[in-house]
């Protein structure tokens, strides 16, 4: 019976039935094996050990980033691991401010604390210090990853009801594919399993084990994703010391080489096979190892195919990231590489996570903006979170800013991009209360690359003016001892309690 739990008895039970007659202790044995042997994806057990998460929430708003948009709530699934842990997505609990979370079939609710978050890998982990919400549960345990066509049982609580939901499905695709919480691309298993609002974070069953962590659905008709079992496993042995450090990333920028001009270009033999490295980013730990033109063949003895995949099970690919991302900060991966003809093995230590080094973060949680005012001028750094500001952002913001965050690569002289997002009126910067999410190049003659540099060269500026340049050419001039000597009214005229957040506050 579909979203249920219990043994059923199949067709072929019925069809012996009917001949009992003929043979009643076959039939007997047939029936009583059937009674007694429910799907193997299925555990009576697991449904006390899943619970629900209700998460109260509060966002920045990063139109004016000094203040809080109202509070909102958001439920969500988990399910109890060993060592009293309750296991969930990192979406269901971001920027929480309150958690309460019950078991299935209960009504009590216990307040929970988020007690380790990956967002980028949409996972966390909650806490109850209660001894009464663990009573009679026992802790269902992670297994390995999913095979294609094996079923699997999610279970959660979907929105519009308490009572928890059971759906079956089948593994369609294992592959990689970008997380919509934090923008990663990293190994997913397809269902074909309804996850709906409320279901993420409850965990996907087989063989009595969690397989996958439901975590978000599919464009198609009953079609799911879920964070697959070795993901879960990595987070879990991170955070064994109490901090999440995150997935390691090489910091580059590749191609494919499926054409054969390209490849005979850049030397290599028919036997050859591998990606094209075009960029290696400032916080790469590739940096003066690896060089654009390097073509990477293989990754820890694995063959890198010409279309970026490696094969991680017999018959299935994936992209040959994944042989990166199974490491540890820290940790030391081997490639073989073609350097101008010659072929050559190199080591290098994983010191950043992936994605570390987006000209424009994705989506930040759990953390203040950055911002900083100077006469009334408001900064901030470009971010995803600044872009969903407009309805249809992916529609309706800038253009210019919309290129920059699809298109925009880290280089030395640009970290971030730093944006004036509005201008506070007031006397003192009369004639600019127009302008508004402007990218900033220059700042009283020094070229701006992060935040910091535009707080360094308006704090440490000696002249009489402040100069800021935007990337058309455009100025704005203030009088440095008007904008000293106003700053303050400035913030208490628009109720704003600094004139920086607390992340610039050091320099």
């Known amino acids: 019976m579909r979203g249920s739990n219990r043994s059923y008895v199949p067709w072929a039970c019925f069809t012996v039935w009917g001949n009992m007659k003929l043979f009643p202790k076959l039939a007997l044995v047939v029936i009583l094996s059937c009674l007694v ?22 966002r920045y708003d990063y139109d004016e980033p000094w ?20 296991l969930t997505n990192a979406h269901v609990v971001g920027d929480q401010a309150f958690i309460q979370t019950k078991r299935a079939g209960e009504a009590k609710k216990y ?19 209660e001894d009464s919400f663990f009573s009679g549960v026992e802790p269902v345990a992670i297994g390995g990853l999913a095979e294609v066509r094996d079923k699997v049982a999610v279970y959660g609580f979907s929105e519009g009801g308490d009572e928890l939901c059971i759906t079956e499905g089948v593994v369609s695709r294992v592959e990689h594919r970008k997380y919509t ?8 298993c397809q269902i074909d399993a309804a996850i709906n609002p409320g279901s993420s974070g409850g965990p996907v069953i087989k063989d009595d084990k969690i397989v996958g962590v439901a975590f978000q659905a599919g464009s198609g008709e009953n079609i799911g994703y879920m964070v697959p079992a070795p993901i879960i496993n990595h987070f879990l042995e991170d955070i064994k010391d109490g901090t999440y450090d995150g997935i390691p990333g090489l910091g580059i920028s590749w191609q494919e080489m499926e054409n054969p001009d390209l490849r005979l270009k850049f030397g290599m033999i028919e036997r050859q096979t591998g990606v094209l490295v075009n960029k290696v980013y400032p916080d790469s730990p590739a940096r003066g190892i690896l060089k654009s033109g390097d073509i990477i063949l293989s990754i820890d003895g694995e063959n890198v195919e010409n279309d970026g995949t490696i ?22 991966v081997n490639l073989e590489i073609l350097r101008e003809n010659n072929c050559m093995n190199i ?43 407009w309805k249809k952002w992916y529609l ?7 290129n920059y965050y699809f298109r925009g690569e880290p280089t030395d002289e640009r970290r971030e991009i730093v944006v004036l997002v509005k201008v ?4 003192i910067n009369v004639g600019y209360h127009e302008w508004k999410n402007t990218v900033i190049s220059y700042v009283n003659g020094k070229k701006i690359s992060t935040m910091k540099d535009l707080v360094s060269a308006s704090e440490e500026h000696e002249g009489s003016y402040h100069i800021i340049v935007d990337e058309r050419g455009y100025k704005i001039v203030l009088d440095k001892k008007k904008v000293d000597e106003n700053s303050q009214s400035i913030l208490k005229k628009y109720r704003i309690s600094s004139d920086r957040s607390k992340d610039l506050e050091r320099l």
């Open 37 to 58: 042997s429910p799907p193997v994806w299925a555990k009576r057990g697991v449904k006390e050990a899943v619970v629900k998460i209700y998460t109260v929430y509060n």
């Open 67 to 86: 203040k809080m948009l109202r509070q909102n709530r958001r439920s969500g699934s988990g399910c109890i691991i060993i060592g009293r842990r309750i």
């Open 111 to 129: 307040t929970a604390k988020v007690e380790i978050v990956g967002h980028e890998c949409d996972l966390a982990i909650l806490r109850v210090n």
């Open 181 to 188: 919480h934090s923008g990663a691309y990293l190994l997913t």
């Open 311 to 332: 094969e991680f099970r017999e018959g299935e690919r994936t992209f040959s990231g994944y042989l990166v991302q199974k490491k540890y900060i820290n940790d030391v």
């Open 347 to 389: 080591e290098i230590r994983l010191t950043t996570p992936m994605n570390s080094g987006q000209l424009v973060p994705s989506e930040r949680y759990d953390v203040a903006p950055t911002y900083y005012i100077l006469g009334g001028l408001v900064f901030e750094p470009l971010t995803l979170n600044f872009l969903r500001t």
């Open 396 to 402: 309706n913001a800038p253009s210019d800013l919309l």
């Open 424 to 427: 506070l009126a007031d006397e």
